[in-house]
């Protein structure tokens, strides 16, 4: 793993946020928990993300150490971005996150302008969790 370009903090809580922190981060990392994906397919995940910050964003995971990017070798070019081990142990977080930002939707009378959160996890025999809904 590459050493990252930005100095981290050393306070625990605050390299943590500073990790995930900016506009696009947790939702890229949220929708890299499902497994792989090219930049296309998260630029239609994401469509409000311009391609210029998508590949920003992506480049600070991966110096960080949350996201893989994979070259393969072939014409056309292809390129996967997946969550890293590391990036996968954030998947409690996210979902803490999701079920917050629902409560939160709720307490401000907002729920009905909610998607739910559903992550289906990479790894095998872990089932999909679903965070929202009835």
Not at 20 to 33: D, P, T
Request: glycine share 6%.
């Amino acid at each position: 793993m590459a050493k990252p370009i930005k100095k981290l903090p050393v306070l625990p809580i605050e390299r943590a946020i500073r990790t995930i922190s900016g506009r696009w981060k947790a939702v890229i990392l949220y929708h890299l928990l499902n497994g792989p994906k090219r930049l296309s397919e998260l630029s239609k995940l994401i469509p409000s993300v311009s391609q210029k910050v998508l590949v920003q964003q992506l480049r600070e995971l991966e110096e960080h150490g949350l996201v893989n990017r994979a070259v393969f070798r072939q014409v056309p070019p292809r390129v996967d971005y997946s969550a890293t081990e590391l990036g996968l142990s954030l998947e409690p977080v996210m979902l803490a996150l999701c079920d917050w930002g629902q409560r939160h939707a709720v307490a401000l009378d907002e729920i009905d302008r909610l998607v739910d959160c559903v992550v289906r996890p990479v790894n095998a025999g872990r089932g999909s969790t679903t965070v929202g809904g009835d």
